[in-house]
């Protein structure tokens, strides 16, 4: 059941140690970073360690990224007194699966990955980018029929789509990485995954990646559906080696990884609703966004839905609250209404992210491409909430016990304020129990929930909060058959322990 709780620690590696070289006297890469880093994330109870950005750069995204104006303000927006020197290009634009040479390089991460196995216990998920190679990957030069070539009518009617690169004197004009809805990735070419070549090639650099990490976060992962590929380059030259129409690379792919590690993690990102198809060709977890899209629309009530429908009989969800994408949490959520919404994500039965900052309450979003980050100042509030939380969950049934949504019912006749609710129970096979309870609204607010636990029928219980001082003695039956009173606070919740008085 240990699927209830996964914790992922993700990190931009190259800031990190930018970050550590301008604070320390010494040099960092890989092998001397600081132990007391990774002791505080086990002590969390962090089960895996994501370094984005880990491979060796591409100068010509670099090089891209301080030339388009447009990321600019982005970057002026995460550090204001920003330079040149700063950006160092996009951690997505792959040029080889290669650890990069500042960091250390290949037998330093070896070493590296063994350190946090022995030591502390951590796991290492890294990326991996199936859509395209950067602009100045080996792979272009010496593999160019891998990637799609764009005719010349297409080059005149948009040059936002393609670039020209020489290879060995002559000229060829690619397509730029991209999906159906957002500009062109300039800084890569885009894979043709038609050619039985480039599905052979693709899967023999994802089997060395599974030997070096213990999972893969795989990016943009539906633009590999053979539907959307098509739909998306149907209109470029095909390749000679073409494959079956509806020939699915993932379902191949992961079968054959799986057979040789069964225990190795595949993670989705995806969007458009495919998250069921990717996880019906074998993925373990899909990181989509949709309970966050809904916790910023704020709609209780399609938040409850989701929760009921999804988590009632399956734990393949990758949740945050913020990531390298989107915008600093504690930024877009008032302190209380955080406390509330991370409380929710972090006991839903899942797997969860925890992303550099997030835990000290930093509100500046940090652009990718560079490698310094502003300054702030710990939220010491918000820290030692969060410690509190995930220590709390580490002591509970949420690790290994059974989900059940619960539907919060009207504390009194009229009373509309259950609607504010969102309450769940897990109980495990010792019969420990721990009930989750959160009023997502800015108004104090009371229900009932119903706990239909077996165990209840005829004993007397103390329910202790988890996350405060509070605790009270309640009646088994009246628990079970009418249901349990709560009044909370504005955005409280709580994780109420389940203690049998005998």
Same mark, same amino acid.
């Given at each position: ?20 070289n ?8 890989l092998?001397?970073?600081?132990d ?8 969390l109870?962090?089960?895996?360690f ?16 301080i ?7 982005k ?11 700063d950006?160092?290009?996009s ?6 699966y ?11 991460y070896?070493?590296f990955?063994?350190k ?14 199936p ?8 792979v ?27 290879i ?9 990485g991209?999906e ?5 990735w ?21 089997l ?6 213990d999972?893969?976060r795989?990016?943009?992962s539906?633009?590999?559906?053979s ?23 993932w ?12 225990d190795f993690i ?10 069921n198809?990717?996880l ?12 966050? =899209? *809904? ?13 009921k #429908? @999804?988590? +009632?009989?399956?734990? %393949? ?19 209380d ?16 992210l ?11 979003h ?16 918000l820290?030692n909430?969060?410690?509190?939380l995930?220590h709390s969950i ?7 016990g ?15 304020a ?5 309450t ?5 096979d010792?019969?420990k129990? =721990? *009930? ?12 009932k929930? #119903? @706990?239909e +636990?077996?165990?209840? %029928? ?28 709560l009044?909370l ?14």
């Amino acid at each position: 059941m240990k699927m209830n709780h996964r914790l992922v620690y993700q990190i931009d590696i190259r800031e990190f140690v930018s970050r550590l070289n301008e604070s320390k006297s010494k040099t960092h890469n890989l092998n001397n970073l600081p132990d007391d880093f990774f002791s505080e994330l086990q002590g969390l109870g962090v089960e895996f360690f994501w370094p984005l950005g880990i491979y060796e750069p591409s100068k010509a995204s670099q090089q891209i990224s301080i030339s388009m104006k447009e990321l600019h303000k982005k970057y002026s927006d995460s550090l204001p007194d920003w330079k040149e020197t700063d950006v160092i290009g996009s951690p997505y634009a792959i040029t080889q699966y290669r650890i990069a040479k500042s960091l250390g390089g290949e037998e330093v991460y070896k070493k590296f990955r063994l350190k946090l196995k022995n030591k502390f216990n951590l796991k290492i998920i890294l990326d991996f980018v199936p859509n395209h190679f950067a602009l100045d990957s080996p792979v272009v030069q010496k593999h160019p029929e891998f990637f799609i070539r764009v005719p010349l009518k297409e080059t005149e009617i948009n040059s936002e789509i393609s670039t020209t690169i020489k290879i060995k004197d002559k000229e060829y004009t690619f397509a730029h990485g991209k999906e159906p809805y957002s500009p062109a990735w300039k800084d890569t070419l885009q894979l043709d995954y038609r050619s039985r070549k480039v599905c052979d090639f693709m899967f023999k650099e994802l089997l060395k990646l599974s030997e070096k990490c213990d999972g893969v976060r795989c990016d943009m992962s539906m633009l590999l559906l053979s539907d959307i590929f098509f739909n998306n380059w149907k209109n470029f030259p095909l390749p000679a080696d073409y494959v079956p129409v509806a020939k699915e690379f993932w379902y191949d792919a992961i079968k054959k990884i799986k057979q040789r590690n069964p225990d190795f993690i595949f993670i989705a990102e995806v969007y458009w609703s495919r998250d069921n198809d990717l996880l019906d060709l074998g993925f373990d977890y899909v990181y989509e966004k949709k309970l966050y =899209d *809904l916790l910023i629309d704020y709609r209780i009530d399609l938040i409850n839905e989701y929760i009921k #429908k @999804i988590f +009632s009989f399956q734990k %393949k969800r990758f949740l945050f609250i913020e990531n390298h994408d989107e915008q600093r949490s504690a930024y877009v959520f008032p302190p209380d209404k955080l406390k509330a919404i991370a409380t929710l994500i972090y006991t839903l039965p899942s797997m969860k992210l925890i992303y550099d900052g997030q835990l000290e309450g930093k509100k500046i979003h940090h652009a990718i491409q560079l490698k310094r980050i502003c300054q702030e100042n710990i939220n010491y509030d918000l820290k030692n909430f969060y410690k509190l939380l995930l220590h709390s969950i580490k002591k509970s049934s949420i690790i290994d016990g059974y989900f059940k949504f619960l539907q919060p019912i009207p504390a009194w006749e009229g009373n509309p304020a259950f609607y504010n609710f969102i309450t769940f129970l897990y109980e495990n096979d010792n019969l420990k129990k =721990d *009930l989750i309870v959160i009023n997502l609204s800015p108004y104090q607010s009371q229900c009932k929930v #119903k @706990i239909e +636990s077996y165990d209840l %029928k005829g004993k007397k219980f103390l329910i202790k909060d988890r996350l405060s001082d509070e605790q009270y003695i309640r009646d088994g039956d009246e628990m079970f058959n009418s249901g349990l009173y709560l009044d909370l606070k504005p955005y409280q919740s709580q994780i109420f322990e389940f203690i049998r008085q005998d």
